[in-house]
């Protein structure tokens, strides 16, 4: 006989709030649905199912852990119960742990109908007197195996159906100090088998087509197979769970969050897996005591884990048709303290608004904050009640009193313009400010700081002359070598420092101030680490675009070492319908290159290729320039010469740079 009550509220429109683990704190639960306007509650376990009896059919681990999470302690409280020495149970008493007995008394009311499961911390001794009638409370509604109610609100039929407990494989067939289905002991409850199978049963023998379904579980099928495999067989259209006790309330179907089909499947047979490992054990011997009663529900809560979607058929669709797969959407809520879920229901359309406490970053802006490379003061930190100036967000570099310029020395202004460290200039805005530096000197002065200010940049000064005429030398140096023709694949003397191998290329670059410890702020461009040319490269030009393997089987016609082709390069910015026309063919030795240029005047796909020897950008412009010395200059249409080719040629590794108005010319000589 299966226990279902419909419950009609007579509105087109109605919001449902639904929160989990309120733990004993039951006052809080009108003033929820006060705060949403809403008509009805859905709970999903870790009610406060405890009275004062309860404390003694509670072990010392449940108890603590009741303690440390009971919104009804306060943290001073909480700390001196969980730190004194002397045994927790003699200091607790019903009135921190939860506030049912007020509402079995009738001191405590529920002004809207709840519907709850129980969860994972409960006294089974209190739910088998709910299930017994010995126990009644006004609106209060409990959702388990045998019974389901019917809410009918805003054009949607929404039938509950219930799971308690917390999913625990090895308890699935211990009922502990249940006397039915149900089972549980010492302040804690657990899901059984035949609590799966009565669920089950009630299901099939209410099922409505015109109604919609709604699984109210303590366990989250988010993370076990076996809820999900229930709510597959129960036809469920919505899930609600909590037991994860996040800070942010999750909403989700298996298409969303899993990769394909596939691994719906894989989650759901990793869930049977689970629970054929313990009924393998157990079989035995519960089929010696399982009555005709007990074997029809075990026998449905079996069908249950057997209940996998078929798999993927040839054409890459499921040969059979599973709308779970998507169809059914899943909540998991946080404890009622963090968040909640409201579903609004009006003209038949079911609304979803989640509300999340969720975490608090603050702490983050009172850590410490690491000092930059260039910073003059490593050990500053940043602390929470620092505030900027109202002027700028970013203080200006203290400024470096300079002499005055020899044109302005004769118009009577004694000040001086400033420039910041970093050596970029302020001037000045008139002779007010002018007046403000000469004030701002003479105070400096009188405490010694003036000096030193003028002391610290003679020293900054000489060291950045320094820097320049190192940087002066390198550049001498390399025309020298360039001239030489050395300067191809050579590395910069700037450039020589150790470097970290284990550190990205873009770590391992290193500012002037940086490689020579100076305290000059200004960033120089790292010079390119494009490794040096290959010599031995054929450049080809070609009437039809083709593909590596084409080309590579062009030079291996008639060689037996494959025509010793190392490497072909397409530039990849030659722009559109030519990326595959132009080719770099790198050859490992000249004597292969050279017989690659033999082939010069064959035909490759109906079409003559024209191949030449590919030469360095340096090269090319010489020749041009001796060409236009004997031939007269010409410059063509555009802004220079052989644009596209020579960006082609930079891509490849061929030219040092490729600039647009460089003048190079085209990619082959």
């Given amino acids: 006989m299966v226990n279902t009550t419909t419950k009609t509220f007579d509105t087109a429109h109605g919001r449902i709030l639904c929160i989990a683990d309120i733990r004993g704190r039951l006052s809080a639960i009108d003033d929820l649905a006060r705060e949403v306007n809403a008509v009805a509650v859905i709970h999903t376990g870790d009610f406060g199912f405890f009275e004062a009896t309860s404390l003694d059919r509670i072990n010392d681990r449940t108890l603590r852990h009741l303690t440390m999470y009971s919104p009804l ?14 045994p927790l149970r003699n200091s607790v008493d019903i009135s921190i742990l939860s506030e049912f007995p007020l509402l079995l008394s009738g001191n405590l009311r529920l002004n809207v109908p709840v519907y709850t499961v129980w969860g994972a911390c409960e006294d089974i001794v209190i739910m088998e007197k709910f299930r017994a009638k010995t126990y009644e409370v006004p609106n209060l509604n409990i959702l388990d195996e045998a019974t389901t109610h019917l809410l009918d609100l805003g054009g949607v039929k929404l039938r509950l159906l219930g799971l308690g407990g917390a999913v625990v494989p090895h308890k699935m067939f211990d009922n502990g100090d249940g006397s039915a289905t149900i089972a549980g002991g010492q302040g804690t409850m657990w899901t059984t088998t035949l609590q799966l199978g009565e669920l089950v049963d009630t299901a ?7 109604e919609t379904r709604l699984l109210v579980t303590h366990a989250s099928p988010g993370r076990e197979g076996i809820i999900a495999q229930l709510a597959l067989v129960c036809k469920a259209d919505l899930t609600i769970s909590a037991g994860l006790h996040f800070r942010y309330s999750t909403s989700w179907n298996e298409f969303s969050v899993l990769a394909d089909y596939e691994g719906f499947r894989r989650k759901l047979l990793l869930g049977k897996e689970t629970f054929d490992k313990v009924w393998e054990s157990v079989k035995a011997q519960v089929d010696v005591v399982v009555d005709e009663n007990q074997r029809v529900l075990l026998d449905k809560a079996l069908n249950v884990v057997e209940r996998i979607p078929p798999p993927i058929g040839p054409g890459g669709a499921p040969t059979g048709d599973e709308p779970m797969w ?21 003209e038949g359309r079911v609304s979803a608004e989640l509300k999340s406490q969720g975490f608090n970053y603050a702490y983050r802006r009172s850590a410490t904050v690491p000092a930059t490379p260039t910073s003059a003061n490593p050990s500053n930190t940043l602390s929470p009640n620092h505030k900027p100036s109202p002027k700028s967000a970013t203080p200006a570099p203290k400024a470096v009193d300079r002499a005055v310029p020899p044109h302005l020395a004769g118009k009577g202004s004694t000040g001086t313009s400033s420039k910041a460290a970093s050596g970029t200039g302020t001037p000045s805005s008139g002779p007010r400010d002018q007046k403000e530096g000469v004030k701002g000197e003479k105070e400096g002065d009188q405490d010694g700081s003036g000096a030193k200010d003028k002391e610290t940049a003679k020293l900054e000064k000489a060291e950045r002359d320094k820097q320049k005429r190192k940087e002066k030398k390198e550049r001498n140096r390399e025309k020298a070598a360039a001239a030489a ?7 910069p003397a700037s450039a020589s420092a150790t470097v970290d191998d284990t550190k990205s290329p873009i770590d391992q670059l290193k500012s002037p ?4 410890g100076t305290l000059s702020g200004g960033v120089r461009t790292p010079k390119s680490a494009r490794p ?6 054929i450049f080809m030009r070609m009437n039809a ?6 080309l590579r089987e062009f030079y291996a016609q008639g060689v037996k070492d494959g025509g010793g082709v190392t490497k072909v390069h397409f530039p990849n910015n030659t722009g559109a319908g030519r990326a595959q026309k132009l080719a770099y063919i790198e050859f490992g030795d000249e004597e292969t290159m050279r017989r690659g240029l033999e082939r010069n005047g064959q035909s490759l796909n109906g079409s003559i290729p024209e191949l030449k020897q590919a030469t360095d950008r340096e090269t090319r412009e010489r020749e041009q320039r001796e060409r236009a010395a004997s031939h007269g200059s010409f410059r063509g249409r555009g802004r220079g010469g052989g644009g596209f080719a020579s960006r082609g040629l930079a891509a490849a590794g061929l030219t040092r740079g490729g600039g647009r108005g460089s003048g190079a010319g085209p990619g082959a000589p």
């Avoid at 302690?73 to 002397?86: G, I, M, P």
């Avoid at 099939?204 to 015109?210: G, M």
């Avoid at 059914?328 to 579903?343: F, K």
């Avoid at 023709?485 to 590395?491: A, H, R, T, Y």
């Fill in 73 to 86: 302690v306060a943290s001073a409280q909480r700390t001196h119960l969980l730190q004194q020495n002397s």
């Fill in 204 to 210: 099939q023998r209410v099922h409505d087509p015109s």
């Fill in 326 to 346: 998507k169809n059914c959407w899943n909540w998991n809520l946080c404890d009622a303290a963090y968040g909640s879920l409201i579903l609004d229901v009006r």
């Fill in 485 to 491: 023709g050395l300067i191809e694949g050579s590395v």
């Fill in 513 to 516: 101030a940086s490689v020579t």
């Fill in 532 to 537: 040096p040319r290959n010599l031995w490269t």
């Fill in 545 to 550: 675009t083709m593909t590596e393997n084409e």
